[in-house]
């Protein structure tokens, strides 16, 4: 059976990358939810009118929206999909994408329920990179310890640390 920690990691990816792909899906295309492209659309153009930086860069608000909807339906289908370490480089970049985008309403001065959902995500995203990257826990196994030519097996509790001498 798999270990809790396997299928926390495995629900969030899942979750996740879902998550990510509608999202990044409705910054793409109209075809799901025309009001809340409309809405992606508006949004973003308030973005780049409050970063000139961006416009000066040759930056559109239809490229910003469609270069970070793409980055998350990209993302979406790793952590979804792919095994292994490539899930962890997507939730690091789903990661710096939210923060980016927690900076962007911030910058507009959207209110709290604007956001909430990224902030949500945000905290989600970083649950699962620090889930991911703890080392599996591995079960005690028994040692044997000869002493005095007699053999017993120990406990890992019991046992002195490397290079201490235990005196009693």
């Not at 059976?1 to 299928?7: C, G, K, N, W």
């Not at 973003?44 to 793409?70: E, F, H, N, Q, T």
């Not at 490539?86 to 604007?114: I, S, T, W, Y």
Request: hydrophobic share 50%; proline share 6%.
């Amino acid at each position: 059976m798999a270990s809790p920690r396997t299928i926390t990691i495995v629900a969030l990816s899942v979750a996740l990358g879902l998550f990510f792909i509608f999202m990044g899906t409705i910054k793409l295309t109209p075809r799901l939810s025309r009001d809340a492209y409309n809405e992606m659309k508006r949004a973003y153009k308030s973005y780049v009118r409050a970063l000139p930086m961006l416009k000066k860069m040759g930056v559109s608000s239809i490229l910003l929206r469609k270069s970070i909807g793409a980055l998350e339906v990209v993302c979406g289908i790793v952590m979804t999909l792919v095994p292994g370490r490539p899930k962890d480089v997507a939730n690091f970049l789903l990661l710096l994408l939210v923060l980016a985008v927690l900076f962007f309403h911030q910058l507009v001065g959207d209110p709290l329920k604007r956001y909430a959902h990224a902030l949500v995500f945000g905290i989600l995203l970083t649950c699962r990179l620090l889930i991911a990257r703890q080392p599996e826990e591995q079960l005690p196994e028994k040692r044997i310890l000869s002493v005095n030519g007699d053999e017993q097996p120990i406990n890992h509790e019991a046992a002195p640390e490397k290079g201490k001498m235990k005196v009693s």
